[in-house]
C-alpha cells in the first residue's frame, strides 16, 4: 500500500460503537443545523445541491464521538455522517467528567445545549456537508485516489467562508467582539482563522489551505498526484497481467484510471468557475467588512493586512473600480489612524504589540508605495532587533505547529537587514 494512503487510514478519526440516542441525536441535529444554516443565501444553495444528489443526504447522520486527533468535525463516507468531536465540545462548554455516552445523553436531551454548539459550530458543519456532497457527486473517487483530493478542500473552505461572511454581514456583533477580544470560543477561533486570511489572490488563499492540509496534516493529494499514481498502478498491472496470464487487475486498474481521469476534468472546470464567478466581489466585500470593524475596533495590524496590503494582490483580480478604491481608501486612513496611535502609545505597548504594530505599517507602506513615517523611523529601529531576539527565543523553545511556524516568520522577519524585511512566507 502506498505510504500516503496508509498515512490516510491513521489519520482518519475512527468511527465507534452506537449509543441510544443517536439517531434522536441525529436527527435532532441535523433539523436544528439545517435551520440555521439556511438563513443564509449560500446555504440555501447548499441544501439545494444535497436535495439534487441523489438519498445521500436524507440517510446522512450527525453523530458525537471522541477522537485524540485535532479534528473539530469530519465527513465519513463509509457511514455516511458527520461526526462531531466530543472532545472539542467539552471544550466548547468548558465541562469534564462526561464521557462520550454522557455527552451524547445531554446533547439529545437539552435543546439549549444543541442550540449554542449548532450556534457557534454551524459553519464547521456546512464545511462537512460539502465533502459529503463531493462524495455524492464522486462516489468511488476516495476508493481509486486512495484518500480525499487537496481541491475538495478549496471548495469547502470558499464556501465555509463565503457562509460566514454572509451571516457577519447580517449581524455583525461576532466579528465585532471577536475582532475587540470581548468574545472567543474554540470554535469561533478556528471559523475565523480563514476568514480573516482572505485575501484579492484566490492563488495565496488556496495555497493557506494547501500548506495547512499537507504540512499539518497529512493524508491529501492533489488529483494531479492521483491520476498520476494510478497511471503506475495501471502500467504495474499490465507487467503482472503479462506474467501471469490474467487480465483482471490490469482491467480494473485501467477503468479506476478512465475515472480519476474524466472526475478530475470535471472538477478542474467546476472549480476553476466557482472562483471566478464568487471570488472577486466576495474577496472584496469580506476584506472591507473585516478590515473596517478592525479599523472601527482599533485593531490596527488586522485593519492593515485587510485594507492596505490588499493594493498587493489586486492586479487581475477582476474588481470593479469602485470596490478597489474603497479598499485603498480605507486602507489609506488606516495607515494614518495606525502611525498616529503608535505615536501616542508606544511607551505603553508590550515589545510583541508594538513590534506587530509596526510591521504591519511597515508592510501596508511598502504594499501602497507610501514612505514608512519618518518620525517613527527610530522606533522601528530600535524595536526590530529586540523583536527578533525575542521571537527567536519562543521558536526555539516552540515544539511544533502553527505556533512555531508563526515564531520563525515573525524571527526571520525582524532579523532582516535595515528593517526592511521581505520575508513573506
Known amino acids: 500500500m502506498p505510504p500516503l ?19 434522536g441525536l441525529s436527527a435532532k441535529l441535523k433539523a436544528e443545523f439545517e435551520a440555521v ?35 473539530f468535525s469530519w465527513f465519513d463516507p463509509g457511514s455516511n455522517a458527520v461526526y462531531f468531536n466530543s472532545r472539542f465540545i467539552l471544550k466548547f462548554f468548558a465541562a469534564k467528567g462526561f464521557d462520550e455516552a454522557g ?32 462524495y455524492y457527486h464522486y462516489p468511488e473517487y476516495r476508493r481509486d485516489a486512495g484518500a480525499n483530493p487537496l481541491e475538495f478542500e478549496y471548495e469547502a473552505y470558499l464556501t465555509e467562508d ?14 465585532r467582539d471577536f475582532i475587540s477580544g470581548t468574545y ?9 482563522a480563514t476568514y480573516f486570511a482572505l485575501s484579492l489572490d484566490p492563488g495565496l488563499y488556496r495555497e493557506k489551505i494547501r500548506k495547512n492540509y499537507e504540512e499539518r496534516r497529512g493524508g491529501y493529494i492533489s488529483m494531479e498526484h492521483a491520476e498520476s499514481a494510478q497511471k503506475n498502478s495501471v502500467a504495474d498491472a499490465r507487467i503482472f497481467a503479462y506474467a501471469a496470464g490474467s487480465v483482471g487487475e490490469y482491467a480494473e486498474n485501467s477503468a479506476a484510471l478512465a475515472r480519476l481521469s474524466a472526475q478530475k476534468e470535471e472538477y478542474a472546470r467546476f472549480i476553476r468557475d466557482f472562483y471566478e464567478t464568487r471570488w472577486p466581489s466576495f474577496s472584496a466585500d469580506a476584506l472591507l467588512l473585516i478590515g473596517g470593524t478592525a479599523l472601527e475596533e482599533k485593531n490596527y495590524p488586522l485593519a492593515l ?33 495606525a502611525a498616529s496611535f503608535m505615536r501616542d ?10 513590534s506587530q504594530h509596526l510591521k504591519s505599517l511597515e508592510k501596508a507602506c511598502r504594499a501602497t508605495g507610501r514612505p ?13 532587533p529586540r523583536a527578533a531576539a525575542r521571537y527567536s527565543g519562543l521558536y526555539k523553545s516552540a515544539v511544533s505547529g502553527a505556533k512555531k511556524d508563526y515564531y520563525r516568520e515573525n524571527m526571520e522577519y525582524f532579523s532582516a537587514p535595515s528593517g526592511a524585511a521581505q520575508i513573506e512566507k
Open 103 to 134: 455527552v451524547v445523553d445531554v446533547l439529545w436531551g437539552n435543546k439549549e445545549v444543541r442550540e449554542e454548539l449548532v450556534k457557534r459550530a454551524a459553519p464547521l458543519y456546512l464545511h462537512e456537508l460539502v465533502h459529503a456532497l463531493q
Open 372 to 384: 514608512f513615517p519618518e518620525d517613527l523611523l527610530g522606533l522601528r529601529d530600535r524595536t526590530y
Open 305 to 337: 493586512d485587510c485594507l492596505a496590503v490588499a493594493d498587493e494582490n489586486s492586479a487581475g483580480d477582476g474588481l470593479p473600480p469602485g470596490e478597489l478604491e474603497a479598499l485603498r481608501a480605507k486602507g489609506a486612513l488606516a495607515i494614518l489612524e
Open 37 to 71: 444554516i439556511s438563513s443564509a443565501p449560500s446555504g440555501r444553495e447548499l441544501y439545494g445541491k444535497l436535495a439534487g444528489a441523489g438519498p445521500g443526504y436524507t440517510a446522512l447522520r450527525v453523530l458525537a464521538r471522541r477522537d485524540p486527533s485535532d479534528w
Open 184 to 192: 472567543t470560543d474554540i470554535y469561533t477561533a478556528d471559523i475565523f
Open 162 to 175: 463565503i457562509y460566514v461572511h454572509e451571516r457577519m454581514k447580517a449581524d455583525p456583533s461576532l466579528l
Open 5 to 23: 494512503i496508509c498515512a490516510v487510514l491513521i489519520f482518519m478519526p475512527a468511527r465507534a460503537m452506537a449509543y441510544r440516542h443517536d439517531a
Open 345 to 354: 502609545n508606544s511607551a505603553k505597548m508590550g515589545l510583541e504589540s508594538l
